[in-house]
């Protein structure tokens, strides 16, 4: 696990996050929850209110596990990077057929480390929704430096920054491309 | 080269009266039908050159004199003149085909810049679920995006005013193969 030199920027994907069951059931709970169309020049898909809202027991036992020391000293063990317990955005995706998320770098005041739970199936090559992570050319993006096909029950997560380019790629079929994501501050 | 039914005396005024009023103005059938589809034709053999800046706009360039020629000709500065009420000073013209993953983004390098717009669309088929849509609109988000849907041998005039901002929807992969062309025309 070496989040600090991965390139082309810090990032780790950590497989197997939660237990099974655990994610069985909060994926059941996540495609229960009302997703919202979002349509802008930058993306295309769906996404459901701050889930810090949710009244789903599942989901709110997923807030409290990100909202807890552990988990906030278990990003700072693995990243190097000093996040605040508790202080971190949230709210479930869906990309289906079509859907997408352009070239961007995310930076915001207070966003240090981005984050995606997936919980969907695993998708191949063909089905698109990859997670590309860009390398940075000079302040601008440059060339695809690392992909990452959605896999079930895995957590991604990358240092936010001027050079963090990154990119949902479109999604390609039938498949439903499920995820929990935000920012941790 | 223009349908003849857009250069009547009278249609023109009626034409000038719409894009002062609405800030834009759209014409479908915009030149000659047999005109139009040996354009077509022809810049259709033209993959043109890719241009890409993630963050910015994917699209190739094509370079065809032909079409820059019939829009920097004498007979449509004229008629574009007539539209927007003003002689039509120096022009910049780009020819683009955008494809399945190509697209531009809404950047700050537009913004504060005042001038006239036009695109003429070029295209065999286009279905608007395939994307490709060019949107403007202002800044704070507020007001009624203005929409052009890709359709062939349709024409464009906005008023791009300073607050705002434009962009080519990312075309997606229901479009296969399809593409479509668009010859956009800069007058400051």
């Known amino acids: ?185 | 080269m223009i349908n003849k039914s857009y250069t009547d005396k009278e249609i023109v005024v009626q034409i000038k009266d719409a894009f002062s009023e609405n800030g834009f103005v759209r014409l479908e059938s915009f030149i000659d039908v047999n005109e139009y589809g040996n354009l077509n034709s022809r810049i259709n053999d033209e993959e043109g050159e890719i241009a890409k800046i993630p963050d910015r706009y994917s699209y190739s360039l094509i370079d065809n004199l032909e079409v820059e020629g019939l829009f920097a000709s004498d007979k449509f500065n004229e008629f574009l003149g007539k539209v927007i009420g003003k002689k039509v000073g120096k022009m910049t013209l780009s020819v683009k085909r955008f494809g399945w993953k190509d697209y531009t983004l809404v950047h700050d390098d537009e913004a504060g810049k005042e001038e006239i717009r036009f695109f003429f669309i070029l295209t065999d088929k286009w279905n608007v679920e395939w994307g490709g849509n060019i949107v403007y609109l202002t800044d704070d988000g507020e007001g009624q995006p203005i929409v052009f849907p890709i359709t062939g041998n349709s024409f464009c005039i906005v008023k791009k005013r300073k607050d705002m901002h434009s962009f080519v929807k990312y075309v997606n992969n229901l479009a296969g193969k399809n593409s479509f062309v668009v010859v956009e025309g800069k007058i400051k």
């Open chain 1, 1 to 185: 696990m070496d989040f600090a030199k991965n390139m082309p920027f810090p990032h780790l994907l950590i497989e197997s996050f939660l237990g099974e069951k655990e994610a069985e059931r909060l994926a059941l709970a996540l495609k229960k929850e009302e997703f919202e169309e979002k349509d802008s020049d930058l993306f295309s898909f769906k996404q459901t209110q701050d889930l810090h809202y949710s009244e789903n027991k599942e989901i709110k036992e997923f807030v409290k596990m990100l909202e807890s020391r552990e988990f906030a000293e278990r990003i700072e063990k693995i990243s190097g990077i000093k996040v605040k317990k508790g202080a971190f955005d949230l709210a479930g995706s869906l990309y289906e057929n079509t859907d997408y998320l352009l070239c961007h770098d995310d930076e915001l005041e207070g966003r240090k480390i981005a984050y995606v739970y997936y919980l969907c199936e695993d998708f191949s090559e063909k089905d698109g929704g990859a997670l590309a992570l860009l390398e940075d050319d000079n302040g601008k993006p440059g060339k695809s430096g690392k992909r990452y096909s959605p896999k079930w029950n895995s957590l991604m997560i990358f240092e936010v920054s001027k050079r963090s380019w990154h990119e949902v790629e479109e999604v390609i079929g039938k498949k439903k491309r499920y995820a929990i994501g935000g920012w941790l501050h």
